[in-house]
């Protein structure tokens, strides 16, 4: 049974940091591309940031270049997205997911953790 869990949502203040979690299980994690999206209330899900199966070439939304990081784990089949000096435009419904862009139909979702930026 395939598995993503997000962690490491919650409030933080202008400025702050969090680091977001998805741990997996029941695919072939490394043979994935890895991406995290968000959605904000009354908008469209967009992409954040995504990473080839083998970790290199990471690429990121311009909205967040320079302050998020994505990477991952292949051993413990967990991707992650550090979130430096957030913004209250951060603020969202974090989801990541998994997979192969030659063999369409073949995405995994998590099931999203929220990220709230307010003072």
């Known amino acids: 049974q395939v598995q993503l869990v997000e962690s490491g949502g919650g409030l933080v203040q202008p400025g702050g940091s969090l680091r977001l979690s998805c741990a997996t299980s029941?695919?072939?994690?490394?043979?994935?591309?890895m991406s995290w999206y968000r959605q904000a209330p009354g908008k469209e899900r967009e992409l954040v940031a995504c990473?080839?199966?083998?970790?290199?070439?990471?690429n990121y939304a311009y909205s967040v270049k320079g302050r998020f990081t994505i990477s991952k784990h292949n051993g413990k089949m967990t991707v992650f997205l550090q979130m430096n000096s957030l913004k209250p435009e951060d603020t969202a419904v974090y989801y990541c997911?998994?997979?192969?862009?030659?063999?369409?139909?073949?995405?995994?979702w998590g099931q999203g953790t929220q990220v709230t930026v307010s003072s």
């Open positions: 997911k998994a997979d192969r862009p030659l063999f369409p139909g073949s995405d995994y």
């Open positions: 029941g695919f072939t994690f490394s043979i994935y591309r």
């Open positions: 990473i080839t199966p083998t970790g290199s070439r990471p």
